[in-house]
């Protein structure tokens, strides 16, 4: 069983911090993806990465896929309270299209 | 163009009733997915289909759950009969489906149903 281990599980911080949260396995994934998903809703695709070692870019947010592709990371710089939400990281492998999810980071960024 | 849509948004059923959740994927993707979280865990992949036949069906948790998508547009879910640990939330996605070359699509998400089962 591919698992995702996401840390930490929950984060609270101030408008204006900068924060990391991980996504880590021990398994090498073909894809990873990160999702934001807000209560009431469903996960909303943030961004998709797919070479080891690559990094993306959207707005204030940085993400990594690791060299090996077995981890990743979610930078957020000046978070913001707009920023508030469940990130979750989901990944492919093995040749399925079955998203294995992580448990999510609950992230609050306070005013 | 329109998103993917669950319906109902929230059902609440006795145990031992039968529900039948809906998902209307968005147009032109063969791929559709039916994926659950329940309380505390993380969600779990349920069953995909490309187009109305099943490709993957390895999450499905016993045959008390039946998922159809005939005409391969629209999909159903039904639990019958539901038990109290079928409680949950039941994601529906679907992805534009990928060629030879081309991988598959994101996979974009409904908003979700919330089942209770007391």
């Known amino acids: 069983t591919q698992l995702l281990e996401q840390s930490p599980q929950f984060l609270s911080i101030q408008e204006g911090e900068n924060l990391t949260v991980y996504c880590n396995s021990s398994s090498v994934f073909s894809s990873l993806q990160w999702y934001r998903q807000e209560p009431g809703e469903g996960p909303v695709l943030l961004v998709t990465v797919v070479t080891g070692g690559e990094v993306k870019k959207l707005k204030r947010l940085t993400f990594q896929f690791g060299d090996a592709r077995k981890d990743s990371s979610l930078h957020i710089t000046a978070a913001q309270p707009g920023d508030t939400g469940l990130y979750l990281c989901?990944?492919?492998?093995?040749?399925?299209?079955?998203?294995?999810f992580g448990k999510g980071t609950k992230l609050t960024v306070n005013p | 163009e329109a998103g993917v849509t669950q319906f109902p948004s929230h059902s609440v059923i006795e145990k031992g009733q039968t529900v039948t959740l809906r998902c209307d994927p968005i147009?032109?993707?063969?791929?559709l997915y039916w994926y659950r979280r329940v309380m505390g865990k993380e969600i779990k992949f349920l069953l995909h289909f490309v187009k109305e036949s099943k490709q993957d069906e390895s999450g499905m948790p016993n045959n008390r759950f039946l998922a159809e998508r005939t005409g391969g547009t629209y999909s159903t879910l039904k639990v019958q009969p539901a038990e109290l640990e079928d409680s949950g939330v039941y994601f529906c996605?679907?992805?534009?489906?990928?060629?030879?070359?081309?991988?598959?699509?994101?996979?974009?998400f409904g908003q979700g149903t919330r089942l209770t089962v007391v």
């Open positions: 996605a679907s992805s534009r489906r990928g060629g030879t070359l081309k991988r598959a699509g994101p996979a974009f």
């Open positions: 147009s032109g993707h063969d791929n």
């Open positions: 989901a990944a492919k492998g093995g040749g399925s299209e079955k998203l294995v």
